[in-house]
């Protein structure tokens, strides 16, 4: 008997280490963890490695980092790689119990090689059970025939293995996918032929792409760590994954962890597929970055843009990049946003001074010669305006509007945002001023006024 078990709600969180931890591991993690922490009972992580082709301490690692970057924890853990003997034990009891027995046949992987599976005497009978979600579930288990339990008396297959760990863990609550709802009957025969007590089952649903297809294990694009190297917040992972096919009593979309437990009730969770909605996630990420202060956003922020710059190959300004912080909260949803951004060049012309095309400059149908008039005037008003004035877009607006109005904004206005960004398209020329500086705008203006004297 295990030394840990006790009276009070048990529950077992037992990925397969075969891959990088998805989104619908860290779905299992959450509501085990919800359901366990809200009736202040244990978790056990289970390391479900008994696939030796197909796990890795590699997917392990990074299953046990994802669930605890979203926050989680748990009390006891095991690896079933290391329990075989408990699960040789079993077997052997089945075989003396006549429930189960050895049977020669022919290899299905080698022609003509002989192996010794375990098949467990099947009772041909009714399996009834009381799902927590699904109420009663019944299955005629008569088709199932002698199933297969191991595949030699030292190597358990995983209807064994999961029905001795959780007696011998004593598992009070198995809450899982629905996927394994048809392991369920194969499960309790193996539980009765024991004499094991039963657990109880609740069988949530799978969540869907936003397509409505199942999401799969393989697509990378589901693993927690891509969304994690995305800039997605484990705050908002979290809240996003914790409510997918749950509705909180209180109606709130926004929980903390706490909220979610002290909310959490099993019967609550929806009976159809959840749809995992990117919009969804991505507003979430966004409503946990506007709860950072400036220093914080900063610190978020600014990282993937200097990555992106440099390796756009253009130089970093710290002093630059501190500016456009207030914008960048005001635009983003996630990290990913900036990079990608950054990486099409839509940020260069603040940290490094652009090549104006000629053709460009000048207002659409605008005269080169009125052009020149129009940016020597804007310039020199500009010139007169005090240091402390430049960080500030409309007191740098203030300095040009009153010419610009009397002399047409256009004609004013587009070549002194195209002088300053190089760009067709691009925020107003006074928001850009303000993030270069006066030194920078005016070099930038003195530039475009070059170009057009050559002509
Ligand atoms: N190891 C199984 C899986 O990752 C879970 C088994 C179970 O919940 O019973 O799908």
């Known amino acids: 008997m295990n030394p840990n078990k006790q009276n009070g709600v048990r529950v077992r969180f037992p990925p397969s280490p075969t891959g990088y931890c998805h989104v619908g591991t860290a779905r299992m993690a959450v509501l085990n963890y919800l359901f366990a922490r809200k009736n202040d009972g244990h978790i056990i992580f289970r390391s479900e490695d008994t696939d030796k082709e197909r796990s890795t301490k ?24 290391e329990r075989t003997s408990v699960y040789v034990h079993a077997l052997q009891t089945l075989i003396d119990k006549d429930a189960a027995y050895v049977s020669e046949e022919e290899s299905k992987k080698e022609a003509g090689q002989i192996v010794k599976v375990v098949r467990l005497k099947n009772p041909n009978k009714v399996v009834k059970f009381q799902d927590a979600i699904r109420g009663e579930i019944s299955f005629d288990t008569t088709e199932l025939k002698d199933f297969v339990v191991a595949r030699a008396i030292d190597d358990p297959l995983y209807h064994l293995s999961v029905v001795v ?100 009730d099993i019967k609550d969770l929806h009976k159809s597929g959840a749809v995992f909605d990117m919009d969804k996630l991505r507003w979430y990420n966004r409503q946990y970055l506007l709860k950072k202060d400036d220093v914080e956003f900063a610190a978020y922020a600014l990282p993937p843009l200097e990555n992106a710059l440099k390796e756009r190959g253009v130089s970093w300004d710290e002093n630059t990049a501190k500016k456009l912080v207030q914008d960048l909260k005001e635009r983003i949803s996630v990290a990913a946003d900036i990079s990608e951004s950054a990486m099409a060049g839509e940020f260069d012309f603040f940290f490094a001074d652009p090549m104006p095309d000629l053709s460009h400059i000048p207002q659409k149908g605008g005269s080169v010669s009125d052009t020149i008039a129009h940016l020597e005037s804007a310039k020199n008003l500009l010139y007169k305006l005090e240091n402390e004035a430049w960080s500030d877009a409309e007191r740098i607006k203030g300095a040009v509007w009153e010419y610009a109005t009397s002399a047409g904004r256009g004609a004013v206005l587009w070549p002194l945002r195209y002088a300053l960004t190089g760009k067709d398209k691009s925020p107003d020329p006074f928001e850009v001023a303000s993030v270069l500086g006066k030194t920078a705008a005016l070099r930038r203006i003195d530039n475009a006024l070059k170009i057009l004297q050559t002509v």
């Open 58 to 81: 590699e997917y392990e690692e990074d299953i046990m980092e994802s669930v605890k970057w979203l926050g989680l924890d748990w009390d006891e853990f095991y690896r079933q790689s």
């Open 165 to 264: 760990d959780d007696a011998d863990m004593g598992i009070t609550h198995v809450i899982r996918g629905e996927e394994h709802i048809s392991n369920t009957p194969r499960q309790i025969l193996i539980q009765e032929a024991l004499g094991y007590a039963r657990p109880i089952y609740a069988h949530y649903p799978l969540f869907l792409g936003a397509d409505k297809s199942k999401l799969s294990k393989r697509k990378g694009d589901v693993a927690v760590r891509d969304y994690r190297e995305d800039g997605f917040l484990p705050e908002a992972m979290l809240n996003f994954v914790g409510i997918l096919g749950w509705t909180p009593p209180s109606g709130k979309e926004i929980l903390s962890l706490g909220e979610m437990v002290q909310e959490f």
